[in-house]
């Protein structure tokens, strides 16, 4: 069985672009979660999606936003990108709900110049 | 204080020693998962619980709820242990909130 995937593995982008990170959940994962982990920092909670619907959001700004499509797969944007938010991006997938295990995909390291 | 706390930070052992990593954590949950994390970014889940122990070949993790405390517990280590080990709590209804981390060598 296929695990979480996540792409590009790497994405270098400029400062004041749009970066665009996909993820596609193992078959059956309804939820899908999104992480940033900033260099020497620990793992943050960004987004949370299931059935399609956003439903929690870790504090970031409005820069940051994702959608979920209908066979689950998942898209994170990051808009007018600064500096800080060069970080290893980890997506995981889940049964729907947090007492589920959930599994991590390899991650997008996206660095802005 | 952090709602997370992972000890020690930084862990150095030499192969086949006992290891163990402990959590505590300050808010009611409904799930606790102990993550690993290896030199390059990939993550993989060793354990999720919500009561008493579970084991999977030479890793156990136990948890005591009314205490708000977790271990993770290696036997045998071996270098390729190490790795980043993350306790990641879930409160009911919300985010996953995650420890520091705790960097374990292991040497031969």
């Known amino acids: 069985e296929a695990g979480v995937t996540q792409s590009p593995t790497h994405l270098i982008k400029t400062r004041g672009q749009q970066a665009t990170l996909r993820c596609s959940p193992i078959s059956g994962h309804t939820s899908v979660y999104w992480y940033q982990q900033a260099l020497g920092l620990g793992l943050q909670f960004l987004l949370w999606?299931?059935?399609?619907?956003?439903?929690n959001r870790g504090n970031f700004p409005p820069r940051f936003s994702g959608r979920q499509f209908p066979n689950y797969s998942s898209e994170l944007n990051v808009n007018a990108l600064e500096l800080e938010d060069s970080a290893l991006y980890l997506c995981?997938?889940?049964?729907?709900?947090?007492?589920?295990?959930?599994?991590f995909g390899p991650g997008t390291r996206l660095t802005v110049t | 204080k952090n709602e997370v706390e992972q000890s020690p930070q930084n862990l150095t052992a030499q192969e086949e020693e006992f290891i163990t990593i402990n959590c505590s954590y300050s808010v009611g949950i409904s799930a606790l998962h102990w993550l690993q994390q290896h030199p390059g970014g990939g993550i993989v889940s060793l354990f999720m619980l919500s009561s008493g122990k579970k084991k999977h070949g030479r890793l156990i993790a136990t948890i005591n709820i009314q205490e708000k405390h977790s271990s993770l517990h290696i036997t045998a280590s071996h270098p390729r242990d190490s790795a980043v080990y993350i306790c990641a709590v879930a409160a009911s209804g919300s985010r996953l909130t995650f420890g520091e981390g705790t960097q374990l060598t292991v040497n031969p």
């Open positions: 999606y299931d059935e399609g619907e956003e439903r």
């Open positions: 995981a997938s889940s049964l729907v709900g947090l007492s589920y295990e959930q599994y």
